[in-house]
């Protein structure tokens, strides 16, 4: 048997530069990063260093000698190896030097020692009982220790110098306490070396430790929160009189700004790096002033940190397992640059009520006296660009500058006039009526293959008509105005459109409205409907030499020939009203094949549109508070950049990278403001207080760099396969979904041949931890390129979510992609408000959890009168229920159809199997664990069948149906239940195995007959349960089981083959039996370097005999096991423990026993 790992995602925990390479500590292994490649920031390579030890430090050879190789010292917990680097070749290598050196003390710090020669290699080894090990690594021997006379464990250590003769040590203790000792200094009389300095100050322990040999300053990070700065001078010189006692050093700092305790600290010549358990990353200046705040990484930590002074680069690992380079700062960052433009000495006459930025460097400005201004962000330059006291105390300004670099503006008044003209030109403008009232909006919108001359104007008034109007310029001038097509809006109190976006296909357009609906409308046939309303009477406003003299004085007035008549107004094809709530929807964009939108109910959208019907695909949030959403913005990467406001703040917000770009307080959102962005720089402007105000910063910054993504913020807890791609390109490639507790769920692609993991999206519906999974296939077909799968996620707060993948993946095509379709949402509260005579019960508790979640296989996909095509669920819950939900996937909602209380305890685990009689209909059976240790099978099917035949189901108040009665019981463990899988050996046979919290593995045998039949009738032996029916048999008999299988915990199990059985543990271990007429044997034994082993997922490798492991809890690892043939299998002689039916069992059955023979496992296997 061979088991490797093909991937790791766990807490990055060490961090290094070598050149422009950066090497991280992930498990045991080291990832090389590089950081100069033309393609970006790729991993070229990975190698497991360290065995089964994680990775805690690198540190590099200090002799600069330039070379094309570096050496690399690696050591975590017990373990040290010396690596040799070599860069010279197009693709680095990393060779180990020697093998892997283990000691008895865990390795807190290690430094290079000197040597008469080079090719020697002495480290000096701090441990964790502060004593230190002179080691000789080639000789793979300890030539000394030394012991401090403080005796305690030690949180952090720190060396100073590199001749042991010179060596110093501070010690960071379990007392608060900074201890100073040499390796040479003087010894008490149990020979333990003498403490030099005792520093104290900190009330808590101190984690992180750093000397700056060149300011002769010592700095400290602790449990308590805080950095200090201590003066401690030159430290290769000896104290003199100095006797252990607390030292008075002089404290030069005390910084709080980590939320958090605070991991580690490092000293520049100019700048203080630390790093919490905040997730913030902060630069301090030696005067105690923040300098910047960097966060990006999810979760609660940033582990790692790295910096290269030489380049401003800083890097952080975090806990998310993501790596970001950030660009140190050369002085305090105080954010963008705000400039008050004091525009009452320029406005002699009114005052700012509307501004819009044209480009970064064109600011125009509307006031309340109908003059328009412009100010060139370059020079500081007003400019008047019109007057009209027609458009004064109300007036809309709409600005867009069209591909041949002229600027059109749009003004609209109270009276339902609209104004166009250019900037260049102004006095050549053309102005008509266009509404009867005042004009509520007015905008502009692009469409695909417009003429670089043409741009597109939308404006609405108090009739609820939307006019759609094509501008045309020649030059610096407007030549020509088209009304293209009238469209009516719903009836509702606010009557205006807000904003208008054009579909790239189909001939379409959607347009979000004041009410907070979405409406899609049709522009196709607009030139035929144009030529049949100038036959009847011209639409056009054109400029020509007849209406010159109007066009001259700026107004054509009704009946004029350039004015006709209302024509006819279309109606939507399709509409979501109230999508985005009362207060309105604020933008549409059209990107990347999809439709998003953006209201003040805080939510951005996805929608797509099928059979010219508007779909609704997701519904997503920011960050917490950010209730105001008011524009999307896609950036060249693809990525999209969520612009809104948090209380009075303008933020503006990476919705793939999950954090603040920018943050502006100007006051909040009910005030005219306008944001615009360069490759080098983005400005944002607003008015405040009857004054403008302009803020500027640079939007080119490297600082928000990322190396490697980040996974999730908090420990996973499921993990569930969802499908196997195949690709010429990359080879195979698995889709896989993981939960986390920090809510959320990930999409990843594993690519096995490489290793690389890429997340695909991100779901993050829920209001709590996401507890378990479940993955089915949808009843919808995809096309050639694409497949859908149906995913249900469900967890705290007895909240259960459903979603449609659509997973596109054309070989040699696009990148692979994942769509993801919100489907359906449940939860139990919500459910209880709405039941009739709900004071008549109790409430359900709102803390109850969905533990597990299987899918029935009821070949769910039929139709009635009262049910569409549709999935069974069935969900274990915390408050002691088994639960029986029904998805129906097309009307795209969850009823909960029937619930027992029968375990009294939380139940943990759930699975399923189904059984088909020849003579009668299917037979659906459940199978619940709990924390009492007993493992419990339904028979379900008579609640699916009158789910299936009945009219009306358990819906809008109504009280669920109850559950059968138990069909069978089994005291399986001594303890909870957190392992259990059920495997069809052929119709009618199945293999059980358990695995609970008392370490144990258990294994079972279920035989089903139908009923009457000779096999039923057989009489029951001690070692076996029956259940019998009018329809069915159902025999369980006790098989093998090992009582110390684990360490500790089993979290996982899974029946491989009639023969071959996996099993996890919260001792990470991934552990292989098989089951033989010995009993379960112990064949192979894999470390995992996921800590706390949450769940185990397996499927079947590309190859025959090979299985694919995936196990999450601090991280994610994907192993690759090799099954070899069975002459070649080697076991151990089993622990069987109270397994009493041993021989019995594995004789060749009679057929009336249910189980199977040496010879069947065999043949089965």
Known sequence: MQCESVSLLSPITALQFVGDMLVSGEGASVNLYTLNSANGYERKLSCNVLQNYCVHGIKPWPLHVQTNSSRLAVFGAKGLIVLELESCAREPKLQRIGQLHELHDWIWDLQWLESDCES????????????????????????????????????????????????????????????????????????????????????????????????GVLASASDDRSIRLW????????????DGEVDSVQCLLRLYGHQSRVWSVRLMEDRIISIGEDSACIVWSYDGDIIDCFKGHKGRSVRALAVNEDKGWLVTGGADSGIRLWKIQGKKAEGMAIIQLKCGEICKRGTPKALTLADPTLLLVLTDAGSIYSYCLA???????????????????????????????????????????????????????????????????????????????????????????????????????????????PLCKHRWHTSVVFLSEAHLLVCGDRRGSLLLYSCAGRDRDKQQRLSEGSVDVVVSDDTAGGYRQGRFLPGSPGIVSQPDCE???????????????????????????????????????????????????????????????????????????????????????????????CGGGHRS????????????????????????????????????????????????????????????????????????????????????????????????????????????????DSSSSVLFSAGGRAELQSYCLLIRHVDGGAPLSCQVEHLASHRLAEDWEHKKNRHRMLKMDPETRYMSIVVVDTEANFRTASISLCHFLAAACSDGSVRLFLVDECKRKIILLAESFYHQRCVLKLQTFTFQPTTRGRRVFLCSAATDGRIVFW???????????????????????????????????????????????????????????????????????????EDSAASVEASEEQYVDAGVSVRVTEGPRVDSAHAAHVTGVKVLSPRL?????????????????????????????????????????????????????????????????????????PNTGDWKQKEKLMETPSSSDGMYGETELESLF
């Not at 250590?157 to 590199?162: E, S, T």
């Not at 996805?606 to 519904?619: G, I």
């Not at 699916?944 to 009665?965: F, H, S």
């Open 673 to 784: 403001w306008s944001y615009c962005n360069s490759p080098t720089n983005e400005f944002f402007a607003y008015i405040k207080s009857g004054d403008i105000f302009i803020c500027q910063g640079n939007s080119g910054d490297c600082s928000r760099t990322v190396i490697k993504e980040c996974m999730h913020g908090r420990e996973l807890t499921c993990v569930r396969f969802v499908k196997r791609l195949e690709s010429s390109a990359a080879g195979p490639i698995s889709i896989m979904a993981t939960g986390s507790e920090d809510t959320t769920v990930n999409i990843l692609a594993v690519y096995e041949s490489s290793g690389h993991v890429s997340k695909l999206t991100t779901v993050d519906d829920h209001i709590s931890s996401v507890r378990t999974i479940a993955v089915t296939g949808s009843c919808r077909a995809g096309n050639g």
């Open 379 to 489: 020079s500081g330059q007003w400019k008047l660009i019109m007057e009209d006291a027609s458009y004064q105390s109300y007036g809309l300004l709409a600005v867009r500058r069209l591909g041949n670099g002229c600027v059109v503006c749009a003004v609209g008044n109270i009276d339902g006039w609209v104004k166009i003209f250019t900037l260049s030109e102004p006095v050549e403008m053309l102005e008509n009526r266009v509404h009867q009232g005042k004009v509520h909006s007015l905008g502009w919108a692009s469409q695909e293959g417009q003429s670089p001359d043409e741009c597109h104007l939308f404006s609405s008034g108090a009739d609820g008509i939307m006019i759609w109007r094509v501008v045309s310029c020649k030059g610096d001038r407007v030549v020509s105005v088209a009304e293209k097509c009238r469209y009516l809006l």
């Open 1061 to 1133: 059985l996996a099993s996890v543990s919260i001792d990470q271990r991934l552990t292989h039996w098989e089951l033989s007429d010995r009993g379960l044997c112990f064949l192979d034994s894999t470390c995992c370097h996921v800590a706390d082993v949450a769940d185990m997922e397996n499927w079947k490798g590309a190859n025959s005999g090979t299985h694919l492991y995936a196990l999450c809890g601090h991280g994610l690892q994907i192993l690759r096991y090799q099954q070899v043939e069975k002459n070649s299998l080697t076991t151990q002689t």
């Open 571 to 665: 109606g939507p094809l399709s509409i979501l009203p109230g999508l985005h709530g009362k207060l309105g929807v604020t933008s549409v964009l059209f990107h990347d094949g999809f439709i998003y939108s953006t209201g003040r109910d805080g939510y951005y959208r996805q929608l797509t549109v099928e059979d010219k019907k508007l779909k609704l695909l997701r519904s997503q949030r920011t960050c917490k508070g950010m209730d105001w959403l008011e524009r999307l913005l896609a950036t060249p990467e693809g990525d999209l950049l969520v612009l809104g406001f948090h209380s009075t703040n303008f933020v503006l917000w990476n919705a793939k990278t999950s954090e603040k770009l920018l943050c502006i307080p």
């Open 120 to 215: 020697d290699l002495y480290f000096g080894l701090a441990l964790g009982h502060n004593s230190v090990v002179l080691c000789d690594y080639k000789a793979r021997r300890t030539l000394r220790e030394v012991h401090c006379d403080v005796k305690c464990i030690l949180y952090s250590a720190c060396f100073v110098g590199h001749n042991w003769d010179e060596l110093i040590l501070i010690s960071g203790t379990v007392f608060n306490q900074l201890v100073l000792w040499r390796m040479e200094g003087p010894t008490n009389e149990d020979g333990r070396v003498q403490t030099e300095r005792r520093i104290s100050g900190h009330s808590g322990v101190i984690f992180s430790i750093h000397y700056l040999e060149k300011n």
């Open 939 to 1013: 028979d379900i099917s008579g609640t699916i069948e009158k789910a299936k035949m009945a009219t009306t189901l358990p819906e809008g108040g109504c009280r669920p149906w109850v559950l059968e009665v138990p069909c069978l019981v089994l005291n399986a463990h001594q303890c909870g239940v957190n392992g259990l899988h059920i495997r069809c050996l052929d119709p009618g046979r199945y293999l059980l195995a358990s695995g609970g919290d008392d370490n144990a593995v258990r294994v079972w045998t279920i035989a089903v007959r139908a009923a009457g039949s």
């Open 231 to 242: 003066e401690v001078g030159n430290l290769h010189q000896a104290l003199n009189g100095g």
